[in-house]
């Protein structure tokens, strides 16, 4: 199995900063991809960021020029950056990750538990 887990939620003014972490445990050959996604009440989780194992980015929208994605590749551990924050982020972030377990069983998709960020206007 994949554990993730996620850290640096919390509560926070309109225009503040955050930084949220996650970090992969347990057996596995390797991680393609790790993301954060988010859902906000009534709504459907969506992605947030994300990061291949080569480097390469992908943002919604709506955090474009506000967030940053990051990772170490060596330590498993993805990051992300929040910065001028809006009360429209307020959502439970999760983080993911897309593993290959062993030469045998191909990509699988992981989660972790979650973390709360709220942004007060």
């Known amino acids: 199995q994949v554990q993730l887990v996620e850290s640096g939620g919390g509560l926070v003014q309109a225009g503040g900063t955050l930084r949220l972490s996650c970090a992969a445990s347990g057996r596995f050959l390797s991680i393609n991809v790790m993301a954060w996604y988010r859902q906000a009440p009534g709504k459907q989780r969506e992605m947030v960021a994300a990061m291949t194992s080569g480097g390469s980015t992908n943002y919604t929208d709506s955090v474009k020029g506000r967030f940053t994605i990051s990772r170490d590749t060596a330590k498993n551990t993805v990051s992300l950056q929040m910065n001028s924050l809006k009360p429209e982020d307020t959502a439970v972030y999760y983080c993911?990750?897309?593993?290959?377990?062993?030469?045998?069983?191909?990509?699988?998709?992981?989660w972790g538990q979650g973390t709360q960020v709220t942004v007060s206007s």
């Open positions: 993911y990750g897309r593993a290959i377990r062993t030469v045998f069983s191909g990509m699988q998709d992981y």
